[in-house]
C-alpha cells in the first residue's frame, strides 16, 4: 500500500506469493554486484597507492644509485692516477711500467635496468646500491695499497733517483752529431788533436739544455770553446758546453737536469753553428755518445762503478 504525504488518493498494491522469492533473490544479486564493484574500487585504490610509494623508493635508490657510480668513477681514475705516477717515475729511470689493476668503472656494474621491477620480493634480489657499494669498497682498498706501495717504492729508490739526476743522460739539444769524440784534424788549426767532446748541429739561437742536475761552476769565454758554461754534478762528473752565442745561467746557480742554460752559436773556433758538449769525469773528459739517452740502468752498470 502506498500512502500519499496528503493521505489521499491510497494505492494499496498486492505482491503475488509466486513473485516473492524470485526478488529476493534478484535484490541480492544486485547488492552482490555492488559490493563487489565497492570491493575493486577500494582495492584498486590501495594498489595505486602502493604502487606510488614503490616508485618513489625505486627513484631514489636509482638517484643514490647514481651518485654512487659518480663516486666509483672518481675512486677508479684516483686509483689509476696513482698507478700511472708510478709509472712514470718507473719509465723515467728506465724501468718497466707498473701494471695498471683491471678496471672497475661503470661499464662492469649492472645499470638499474638489469634489475627486476620492485616487488614485495625484492630483498632476495642484489640492487645496484649493494653492488656497488662493494666495489667502492674494494676500490678504496686498492688506493690504499697502491698508496702504500708509491710511497714504499719512491723511499726504495731515492738514492737511486739522486744519482741519475745527476749523472749526464740527455741530449743537451736536438739535431745531429757531426763530429764525434776523439783524435782528428782540427778543421780550422790543422793539428791533429784529441777532440773532447760531441759536436751537435743545430741552428743558432736553439736552446742548450743542462745535461744532468748540478751547479755551475764558470760561464764566459774560453779559449777554442767561445762562450761556454761548465756545470759540477757531482760524483766527479762536470760537463761543459761550447760555441754559446747567449749564456742565461750565472756561476753558483742550481740547475735541474734538462733545464735550458744558453743557447747555440758559433762563437770560439767553429767553423759553423752547433754545440760542443763535453763528458768529464774527474777532471777528464770520456766518451759523451754512452750518456746521450741513458737509462738508470745503463748508468748503474756502466757510470757508477
Known amino acids: 500500500m502506498v500512502v500519499p504525504p496528503n493521505g489521499k488518493g491510497t494505492m494499496a498494491f498486492r505482491i503475488p506469493a509466486h513473485l516473492i522469492k524470485p526478488g529476493i533473490a534478484i535484490g541480492l544479486c544486485i547488492l552482490t554486484v555492488l559490493l563487489g564493484v565497492i570491493y575493486l574500487t577500494m582495492n584498486k585504490t590501495f594498489s595505486l597507492g602502493e604502487y606510488t610509494t ?15 657510480k659518480s663516486d666509483m668513477d672518481d675512486l677508479q681514475i684516483e686509483l689509476e692516477t696513482l698507478i700511472r ?6 719509465q723515467s729511470l728506465g724501468m718497466p711500467p707498473a701494471k695498471l689493476p683491471k678496471s672497475i ?9 638489469f634489475f627486476a621491477p620492485i616487488t614485495d620480493n625484492t630483498s632476495l634480489i642484489p640492487t645496484p646500491t649493494d653492488i656497488t657499494t662493494q666495489k ?17 717504492f719512491r723511499h726504495s729508490i731515492q738514492p737511486v733517483t739522486s744519482r741519475y739526476a745527476a749523472t749526464p743522460s740527455i741530449w743537451p739539444v736536438r739535431g745531429v752529431i757531426d763530429s764525434e769524440y776523439g783524435y782528428r784534424y782540427h778543421p780550422i788549426t790543422g793539428r791533429y788533436q784529441l777532440h773532447k767532446g760531441v759536436d751537435i748541429a743545430a741552428y743558432i739561437g736553439a736552446e742548450a739544455h743542462s745535461g744532468a742536475q748540478g751547479t755551475v761552476r764558470f760561464t764566459g769565454w774560453k779559449a777554442g770553446y767561445g762562450l761556454c758554461v761548465v756545470i759540477d754534478h757531482g760524483y766527479g762528473y762536470k760537463t761543459l758546453y761550447g760555441h754559446l752565442s747567449k749564456i742565461n745561467v750565472h756561476q753558483g746557480d742550481f740547475i735541474k737536469k ?40 745503463t748508468a748503474k752498470n756502466q757510470f757508477w762503478q
Open 54 to 68: 614503490l616508485q618513489y623508493k625505486s627513484d631514489t635508490q636509482d638517484k643514490k644509485f647514481n651518485t654512487m
Open 258 to 297: 734538462g733545464q735550458s742554460i744558453a743557447l747555440v752559436g758559433s762563437t770560439g773556433l767553429s767553423t759553423g753553428p752547433h754545440l760542443h758538449y763535453e763528458v768529464q769525469r774527474w777532471g777528464q773528459a770520456v766518451e759523451p755518445r754512452p750518456f746521450l739517452g741513458a737509462t738508470v740502468l
Open 105 to 113: 668503472s661503470k661499464k662492469q656494474t649492472p645499470s638499474a635496468s
Open 136 to 152: 667502492i669498497a674494494l676500490l678504496r682498498e686498492k688506493i690504499a695499497s697502491a698508496k702504500a706501495s708509491l710511497e714504499r
Open 85 to 90: 705516477q708510478e709509472s712514470e717515475v718507473r
